[in-house]
């Protein structure tokens, strides 16, 4: 369908408003530039949406070209014609997401108009979350691992661009340092990944028939590494066998677990907390989106390699229970908001491991406008206040209704009411994977006891923040003045109102049990994300789970009833005792368990060794250059004192030699010699 070139557009336009806005002439006409440029992107992704989700065949809709041709001797490693293509694909899974990262940017951008006015890198930040947009919509719509790479690679330093806003500023530098060190480590792993799949499956590529408009079957495309997969299985793959997927799916399990922040990689995006809260934002909303999509498009791969499920299962939900743990323990807002994007995306990993594909791409979608909702708030919350601790707040509810509703709304959805938790357990519970069950045994009920373990903290976390922040009187402090505190400017509240809805909006498009609707041509199905995004070529008939809702809602409402019983202002001073009782406790929790200091620690070396290489090259570099100069300069001066040496032996022998000449003639002249004559 022509109209799903659009999806071009969505990817494209945004890189097109960074480049135009180079020519603008003051900082606030670029910024206004890449703005109108993200909510045309987001206008393009709607449409393509909007008509994905009225006309939802089974098969997606590819545009693609060929960009570059290789084909290498039969003699070499890879003997497989190389013809990577670039392009895009729009199916519902690409639709859903594209349009979830267009809108997250340009709310986010909306609201950094205000924001971010008086800051010194006002455009730079547009210039970047710009970039982040064109990378995270250029993934979502790739037709195929090669583009996925660069999409990947470029996203990382959108990231580090963003991490580093305030790069002059060393709280600020260093850890940007320390997330560019393992987002590189990520693009190792899936580079790899992408060398490895070329190699085991090109020549199995190259026997399938190519699509209409293309040479050769493109041997990164996802349906093609699906289909190897499969066939893999059977043995009909030359040259590959289980341990080839094996391989694979840790590279890509590796690559996908550093970038969503999984436990202990986590770090890279708690270190986010010293960039600006637009930027936070950005990287909590749609940072760690790529990797889902990643575990989603090669979930084949994973599903069929032994074992790699439940690792998978095992890693999102100990590291949902570790963040959600650590959340609840933190005072700074901004970081417990990413310690709850982080847990919501546990959830999420956990939920692909277990089998549930549909429901894990609803935990991670609802998990984009949750953490873009709850930042916009935690902004005003900072900017209103001046201060990140919570404690030193209170009384929102009164003065900031808007702000207010809006962390209600995030903590409600966090909190048990957006279903992660549901869909989660339910995935355990029924073990609904396409390919059939991984999960079973001692690991299954180590996954369901981490999952309910970390709901329930979850719930108390986002519940405690609601309860501190809103309820009660101002906190009084010396040099703050309470009566001051009211709700934020209109520009900055906008964006939080249209967080909200599309938060609102995305919970419920979620709920289960809802089935298709059929009205002549049109054809809706079940207004339900997981009857709308699904794995295969057909629609899975996922039916309400009232087990696993009832465990959910229960855990959800344990977090609520204990968030009030600690945190309400009347009881908020003997919580603050028995914290103090136990406050070495306390802070080792609240540090992660020391996972960022070691993190610190671990990544000192690298930074160490790359500053030698730097003082050597300063050192060495320049000096051998030099030195090659002066012997240049030596060996020239050499030659010239040899060709002046001789020069002068030249010309002394000359003089002798025409004086021997001209005494023998003057003697021969004067008859001293004899002549003979005959």
């Not at 936070?280 to 760690?288: D, E, P, Q, S, T």
Request: charge should be positive; include cysteine; aromatic fraction near 8%.
């Amino acid at each position: 369908m022509p109209i799903y070139n659009l999806a071009w557009g969505v990817a494209i336009v945004p890189l097109l408003g960074v480049l135009s806005s180079f020519l603008a002439e003051t900082q606030r006409r670029a910024a206004q530039v890449c703005f109108v440029s993200s909510c045309i992107a987001f206008v393009m992704a709607a449409i393509v949406l909007g008509v994905r989700l009225t006309h939802a065949p089974a098969a997606g809709f590819d545009n693609v070209l060929t960009f570059f041709a290789m084909n290498p001797p039969e003699s070499s490693l890879f003997a497989t014609r190389f013809e990577p293509l670039l392009g895009v694909h729009v199916d519902a899974f690409a639709a859903a997401f594209g349009a979830a990262a267009s809108f997250s940017v340009a709310v986010v951008q909306g609201y950094a108009l205000t924001s971010l006015r008086s800051e010194i890198g006002y455009r730079r930040f547009f210039w970047a979350s710009g970039a982040l947009a064109f990378t995270t919509a250029g993934f979502a719509y790739s037709p195929n691992l090669f583009q996925s790479l660069f999409m990947w690679v470029a996203g990382s330093a959108a990231i580090y661009l963003l991490v580093s806003q305030w790069w002059d500023r060393a709280d600020a530098a260093a850890p940007a340092r320390r997330v560019l060190v393992l987002l590189s480590a990520a693009n190792a792993s899936l580079l790899l990944a992408c060398a490895f799949t070329f190699a085991k499956f090109g020549q199995f590529a190259a026997t399938l028939p190519a699509p209409a408009g293309q040479d050769v079957t493109d041997p990164f495309a996802f349906t093609t590494v699906s289909r190897a997969a499969a066939e893999d299985v059977l043995g009909v793959v030359h040259g590959a066998g289980i341990r080839t997927l094996v391989v694979l799916g840790i590279l890509l399990i590796v690559a996908a677990v550093i970038r969503a922040g999984q436990f202990p990689t986590h770090v890279w995006v708690t270190e986010t907390a010293a960039a600006p809260t637009p930027a936070i934002a950005l990287i909590a909303g749609i940072g760690a989106m790529p990797a889902i999509l990643l575990l989603g498009r090669m979930y084949a791969v994973i599903t069929l390699a032994p074992h790699l499920p439940l690792v998978l299962a095992l890693i999102g939900a100990s590291t949902s229970l570790f963040a959600s743990i650590t959340a609840v323990a933190q005072r700074d807002i901004l970081r417990i908001g990413l310690f709850a994007a982080v847990a919501q995306t546990g959830l999420a990993v956990a939920t692909l491991g277990s089998g549930g594909f549909s429901a894990a791409m609803f935990v991670a979608f609802t998990g984009v406008f949750l953490a873009t909702l709850f930042f916009l708030v935690a902004g005003n919350v900072v900017r209103v206040y001046g201060t990140r601790n919570i404690h030193e707040t209170g009384g929102a509810w009164s003065r900031m209704r808007t702000t207010s509703l809006g962390l209600l709304i995030w903590a409600a959805g966090t909190g048990g009411l957006a279903l992660s938790g549901y869909y989660a357990l339910a995935s355990v519970l029924l073990n609904r994977s396409p390919l059939g069950g991984h999960i079973g045994g001692v690991g299954r009920g180590v996954v369901i006891a981490l999952l309910l373990t970390s709901a329930a903290a979850l719930s108390l976390a986002a519940s405690r923040v609601v309860v501190t922040v809103c309820a009660g009187a101002v906190v009084k402090r010396r040099g703050f003045v309470a009566e001051r505190v009211a709700e934020a400017e209109r520009p900055l509240r906008s964006p939080i109102i249209l967080a909200g809805i599309a938060a609102i909006a995305a919970v419920l498009a979620g709920l289960p049990g809802l089935q298709p609707v059929h009205s002549g041509k049109l054809s809706v199905p079940g207004l339900t994300f997981t009857h709308f995004v699904f794995f295969g070529a057909h629609r899975q008939a996922l039916s309400l789970d009232v087990l696993a809702l009832l465990l959910a809602l229960a855990t959800a409402a344990l977090g609520v009833g204990a968030a009030w019983w600690a945190f309400a202002a009347q009881r908020r001073g003997r919580t603050s005792e028995l914290v103090s009782r136990y406050e070495r406790g306390v802070r080792v929790v609240a540090r992660g368990l020391f996972v960022e200091r070691v993190a610190h620690r671990a990544a000192h070396p690298v930074l160490v060794a790359a500053q030698s290489v730097e003082r050597i090259d300063a050192r060495v570099a320049p000096a051998l250059a030099d030195s090659a100069a002066a012997g240049t300069m030596l060996a020239a001066a050499s030659l010239s004192r040899l060709r002046m040496v001789k020069l002068n032996v030249h010309l002394s022998l000359g003089i002798a030699v025409a004086g021997v000449l001209a005494l023998l003639a003057l003697l021969a002249a004067t008859g001293h010699f004899w002549i003979h004559t005959v």
